[in-house]
């Protein structure tokens, strides 16, 4: 059974970081492309960044761009979000989602077949 549980949400102050982490059970995360999708209340869920099964090579949404770093550790079976420099507009539930048909990144959620529960990210003073 594939299964992707996202952790590392929480509070933090404009400026600050949290690394979120998603790990796979069921599956070899290896295998499979991976995004990173983000949904603020009353908005349309967003692509933020991703990252090829095929060749490692990644994709980041314009607005989190120098700011946030996908990684993926295969011994853990775990992808990584790092975020950095974190703005009161990151606020949103983060979701990863899985696909082993991609090979290549895409922040399009319509392709992806697996999908973590979420985690709240809040930046607030």
């Known amino acids: 059974q594939v299964q992707l549980v996202e952790s590392g949400g929480g509070l933090v102050q404009p400026g600050g970081s949290l690394r979120l982490s998603c790990a796979a059970s069921?599956?070899?995360?290896?295998?499979?492309?991976i995004g990173w999708f983000r949904q603020a209340p009353g908005k349309e869920r967003e692509g933020v960044s991703s990252?090829?099964?095929?060749?490692?090579?990644?994709y980041y949404a314009d607005s989190v761009k120098g700011r946030f770093t996908i990684s993926r550790d295969n011994a853990k079976n775990t992808v990584y979000l790092l975020m950095n420099s974190l703005k009161p507009e990151d606020t949103a539930v983060y979701y990863c989602?899985?696909?082993?048909?991609?090979?290549?990144?895409?922040?399009?959620?319509?392709?992806?077949?697996?999908w973590g529960q979420g985690t709240q990210v809040t930046v607030s003073s």
């Open positions: 989602a899985a696909d082993p048909r991609l090979a290549f990144w895409s922040d399009s959620a319509d392709e992806y077949d697996y």
């Open positions: 069921g599956f070899t995360l290896d295998d499979f492309t």
């Open positions: 990252i090829s099964s095929s060749d490692g090579s990644t």
